[in-house]
């Protein structure tokens, strides 16, 4: 059964630290390109950061660069987005997608219609 699965979100203070987990089973996640994803209520789903199957380029909206990092461990068959300095409009709930044939990058890698896998999203709430 081909399942992503999300978790480590929580409520964190205003420049906390928390680190998500995008576990894959049924498939090779390496294999596939990973975006995060997030969505507030009324809004549409933002894709903010990717990373690319086989080489592992990355990309990040200029909302979190500098923040967010997002990195494989191909034998746990999972990607983390490890983010510091998180802000109040950071909250949102998480989601991570997987797609073997998108471009890790700004103009598809961040584009929610594109991608084949989701998993079920995490909350995290930035609040003081």
């Known amino acids: 059964q081909v399942q992503l699965v999300e978790s480590g979100g929580g409520l964190v203070q205003p420049g906390g630290s928390l680190r998500l987990s995008c576990v894959a089973s049924?498939?090779?996640?390496?294999?596939?390109?990973v975006g995060w994803f997030r969505q507030v209520p009324g809004k549409e789903r933002e894709g903010f950061s990717c990373?690319?199957?086989?080489?592992?380029?990355?990309y990040y909206a200029d909302s979190v660069k500098g923040r967010f990092t997002i990195s494989r461990d191909n034998a746990k068959n999972t990607v983390y987005l490890q983010m510091n300095s998180l802000k109040p409009q950071d909250t949102a709930v998480y989601y991570c997608?997987?797609?073997?044939?998108?471009?890790?990058?700004?103009?598809?890698?961040?584009?929610?219609?594109?991608?084949?896998?989701w998993g079920q999203g995490t909350q995290v709430t930035v609040s003081s």
């Open positions: 997608a997987a797609d073997r044939i998108v471009r890790c990058g700004a103009r598809f890698g961040t584009n929610a219609r594109i991608y084949e896998y």
């Open positions: 049924g498939f090779t996640l390496e294999a596939y390109t």
């Open positions: 990373v690319q199957r086989s080489d592992s380029d990355t």
